[in-house]
Nanobody, 120 residues
Framework: QVQLVESGGGLVQAGGSLRLSCAAS????????MGWYRQAPGLQREMVAT???????NYADSVKGRFTISRDNAKNTVFLQMNSVKPEDTAVYYC??????????????WGQGTQVTVSS
């Protein structure tokens, strides 16, 4: 059984910072790409940032220069440092990871989501 557990969401003022964490646990053999997605009310889920196992990153244009994704492979954890946040960053943030388990079955896993609210 594999699960992703997110933490670090909350309420922050515009211009402030927030750091999200997501830890993968369970019967894990390896983790490929990890990432953060978000979904605001009435909108589709969108990619925020992704990072490969080698550290290659990709960002949505709307967060470039403000958000930074990183990972600790030894701890199976991915982070999202959110700086200079804006009210439009308000959403539920979901962690995603492509994980191979101990019998090498590979699947995309999602966390339960963490609410980020930016006040103006």
């Amino acid at each position: 059984q594999v699960q992703l557990v997110e933490s670090g969401g909350g309420l922050v003022q515009a211009g402030g910072s927030l750091r999200l964490s997501c830890a993968a646990s369970g019967s894990i053999s390896s983790i490929d790409t990890m990432g953060w997605y978000r979904q605001a009310p009435g909108l589709q889920r969108e990619m925020v940032a992704t990072i490969t196992s080698r550290g290659n990153t990709n960002y949505a244009d709307s967060v470039k220069g403000r958000f930074t994704i990183s990972r600790d492979n030894a701890k199976n954890t991915v982070f999202l440092q959110m700086n200079s946040v804006k009210p439009e960053d308000t959403a539920v943030y979901y962690c995603n990871a492509r994980i191979s388990d101990l019998v090498y079955y590979t699947k995309n896993y999602w966390g339960q989501g963490t609410q980020v609210t930016v006040s103006s």
